[in-house]
């Protein structure tokens, strides 16, 4: 029997699941459509039912896998998606329909800017806001903004209906444990942790392959389950591959000492001054 997936709560008092799906990458290839598909579907059936895609991924491609993924089990699913800075601001309402469009739904659970770019952030929010006023999202956030974005972002009206800060976030990437990961938990502002595994680059560190072996897991694993302990962050790891997707989910399940947590430490040091927010 598997632990349920925990959940994280948005300010609005929606739950969502802690462990979600990324797509980066996916509907690239026509060849691999299939096992993209089939691999969404089961880390739905496995509970994981937060999905997160963007525009930019494949050029609407990744949206276009996610509709055909959720077809049918929309209602199971929250479902992100990001706009370009390009197309923020007022731009965003129409980039909005379009990827609506690719994910054959009418609406969205969190429309997240991707990153800051050019346009005055009370632009974007109040376009953001005008397509929660139509139905078209639930919620809005922002990704790969740092401490210092964030306190602007509350500072134009409508900024603090903020709902989640995507950013990369990982075991080898702690800086945000400095000061935006407290920022945003003190305000109940969710963290999505993208890159969890560092794209596959963090498997493997002796060390985290160490200490995999004596909880009988595997270094994904640890990797998820560092971040599943901490308040308010939600991994998305990205898996074409169906088995991969149980056994990330399967992290949920893994209790790690606090002297292994200590050891791991060691080898992944916490920071101990700012650093600027690294984005990939
Ligand atoms: P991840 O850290 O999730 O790593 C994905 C890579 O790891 C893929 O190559 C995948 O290969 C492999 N992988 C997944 N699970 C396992 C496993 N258990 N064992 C071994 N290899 C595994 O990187 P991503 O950059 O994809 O980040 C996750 C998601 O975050 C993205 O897909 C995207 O949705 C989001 N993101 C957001 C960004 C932003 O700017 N807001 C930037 C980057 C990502 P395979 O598919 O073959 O299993």
Redo the contacts with the bound molecule.
Sequence with gaps: MRDPVPTVTLPSGIMVPALG??????GENSATARDEIA?LKTGLDLGMTLI???EM?ADGGSEEIVGKAIEGRRDEVFLVS?VYPANASQGAVAACERSLKRLQTDRLDLY?L??RGNYPLEETVEAFEDLKAAGKIEAWGV??FDVVDMDELLSVPNGGNVAAN???Y?LSRRGIEYDLLPWCQERGIPI?A???????R??HHPELIRIAKIYQA????VALAFLLERDGVIP??????PQ??E??RDSVDIDITDEDWAVLDAAFPPPSRKKSLD??
């Design positions: 799906l990324g797509t980066w990458n996916m691999s997160d895609t963007a991924y990001k997240l991707h990153w990704s790969n995507q950013v990369l990982n999505m993208y890159s969890p595994i560092e794209q596959g963090l498997l595997t270094p994904a694993q998305i790891p990205k898996s074409s591959n991969r997707i056994e990330n984005m990939l």
